[in-house]
Each structure stands twice: as structure tokens, then as C-alpha cells.
């Protein structure tokens, strides 16, 4: 039996806030933000992730304190490109640190705007190798072929 991750809730205070700086600022693509009378949801994912972040006011989604999420890990070919891009866009970024020379050892860091904060490893071997493939890459609720 497969076991996928695919969804990790982020603990905000401000959605709207907590949207606009994974989108616009981390360059998460939005996949939905859904408001009604009873809730406030939204899902983004990372370019080529398999997995996506939520953010909402639903009971599950505020059970952790805003800014309570530490050590989640994104993985990347080029932390010194990401980490340009990031800070590019207004991110405060943690100086690159290579804990190993061996691929995978390179990683920096950043915090969204309540203290969550995110690893960035650098395995460059996924130039090569992405875990998703462009071709199978889609958008929620796009329905893909195999």
C-alpha cells in the first residue's frame, strides 16, 4: 500500500496575510481559496510538489498556535538560485550553509510572517530527477494522465 503526504497545515493568524505571502512572495501556486459563511480554507503547492500547504479556520487547522510549525523541508536544485529568488521577492533568508559536501548537505532557511518557519535542502540531483516530472505536473482538480 503507497502512503502519500500531500497536505501539511500551516498555523497563521492572518489568511489573507498567510496567502499572499506563500503565493506572492514564496511563489506557491494557489490552487484554491474557498469562503463561505462557515470557513475560510486555502490550498497552495510548490512548483513541482506532490504536496501542498493549507491555511484556514477550520477546527484541524487551528488547533496548533499561529507561527508553532518548525522543520518543514522543501527540497531544491540550486539553493543559491532559490535562495536569490526568495529574497528577490522580499523573503528575509538565512545565509546558505553546507553542513556536507555530498549532495543534500546545502540547506538555508526562512519564517513566514507568524514564525513558521521552512528548511531549504539542496539536493541537485533533482535537476535531473524531479520527484514529479513536468509532464505529469498539474494544477488541482486538473485530472492528469498517467
Not at 69 to 98: F, P, W
Not at 127 to 142: K, S
Request: hydrophobic letters at 40%; a negative charge.
Amino acid at each position: 500500500m503507497d502512503w502519500t503526504l500531500e497536505v501539511v497545515i500551516v498555523p497563521v493568524s492572518d489568511l489573507d496575510a498567510a496567502i499572499a505571502f506563500y503565493r506572492d512572495r514564496v511563489g506557491f501556486d494557489l490552487d484554491h481559496d474557498t469562503k463561505n459563511e462557515h470557513m475560510h480554507v486555502a490550498q497552495l503547492t510548490p512548483r513541482g510538489s506532490g504536496c501542498s500547504i493549507v491555511v484556514g479556520d477550520l477546527p484541524g487547522q487551528t488547533a496548533m498556535a499561529p507561527g508553532s510549525l518548525h522543520g518543514v523541508q522543501l527540497v531544491v536544485a540550486d539553493a543559491q538560485a532559490a535562495r536569490a529568488e526568495l529574497v528577490g521577492r522580499g523573503v528575509e533568508c538565512s545565509e546558505i550553509t553546507a553542513f556536507d559536501d555530498r549532495d543534500g548537505g546545502t540547506f538555508f532557511g526562512f519564517s513566514d510572517p507568524d514564525g513558521n518557519s521552512w528548511a531549504v535542502q539542496q539536493i541537485r540531483a533533482r535537476a535531473e530527477r524531479p520527484l514529479i516530472p513536468p509532464e505529469a505536473r498539474g494544477r488541482f482538480g486538473e485530472d492528469l494522465e498517467p
